[in-house]
């Protein structure tokens, strides 16, 4: 099966993103710029962070170029996907804490001087997300962050502008920020992950975001409904569960995103507060959330990243990407999949937690 290129992706040149940097750069100084920008805040978020990504790549800040590494699909009936990369840093709980105390160091006007970011977008007008100015960013705003460890094209942090203040496990805002950029991006490639794993530890949320240019695995699986509502159009939402995936998940979809967002985010409290690990994929335009529960593997007591729990697997030798098997893979998921009991009550829960909130 051909993979596409994510090279495909990137229609922009350097050229054409060099003209498109300038004018934001110069138009954002300008007093009339606040209602054209909130006007296209979707075509800057999307065209111009990536723009910002790949100006970041180009001055050689990226430890390799992820397009130009090996990929394929693992035979099988569930097509899971295996990429070649022997560069990749899979950033332990500690780097991911270093990076923390780096932005705890920055000043607000300090922040421009900072390479890796790209963007900042705040809660806007009419509940949609804008851009901000990265100099000072607003407290309740994300920033979009390079990753200098691609796992994919595009490859984003996105952490809340207010570190220094913020001290807390799980923040609505956030998640709704970020749901929200999903939705405005409108690009079917671009998906936001969640893992709460890596969380615990920094006490801090954060979120990452690429683009895929073919569906992940678990978007392909067979579901069915498990609860459905549809009172109005303004809080329809659909809960269901993956048949024949390896890895028990749920799926909670909505054209309504303040609906899902609402039900995601008590869930997610819920699971915090049973201690309970998961990961969460945005996608499909912000309209599908992927909840993946997870216990820790009794052999390594790691859980699966949030693109692991999709289908997406990184290999850092030749060895273990020729010899990747579906069936390794449906091992590792099943050893941090959830036992058909628990399973059974938090789909229960699930419901339960719709029904309150949408009805």
Known sequence: MEMMTLKALHVLNRAQACLIQSFFLRFCKSKSSHNFLNFIAPLVIRDFSLCQWDNFAWKGHLDYDVTACQLKVIEGG???????????????????????ESFRCLKANSMKSYEGLLLCVAQGENDRPEVAPSASPPKDGLLLIANAYPIEYGHIFL????????????????FGLAAKIASEVNNAAFRVFFDSGTHVVSDHMFFQACYFANPLPVESAS???VYEYGGND?????????VGYPLKALVFTSNNLKALVNVVCEICFSLHDNTTAYSLLISNNGTKVFLFPQVKNLVTGC???TWECGGYFIYRTKFEFDNASET??????????LQDSAFEDLKHLCCAIAHDLVK
């Open 78 to 100: 569930i097509n899971f996907v295996g990429q070649l990369n022997n560069k990749w840093n899979s950033f332990s709980l500690k780097e991911y804490n270093k990076i923390f």
């Open 159 to 174: 952490f809340p502008a207010a570190i220094n203040q913020l001290s807390c496990y799980w923040d609505k805002r956030m």
């Open 223 to 225: 579901t069915v409904v």
């Open 234 to 242: 303004r809080s329809d939402i659909i809960v269901s569960e993956t």
């Open 303 to 305: 859980s699966l990243s």
């Open 328 to 337: 390794e893979i449906s091992k590792r998921m099943a050893s941090v999949s």
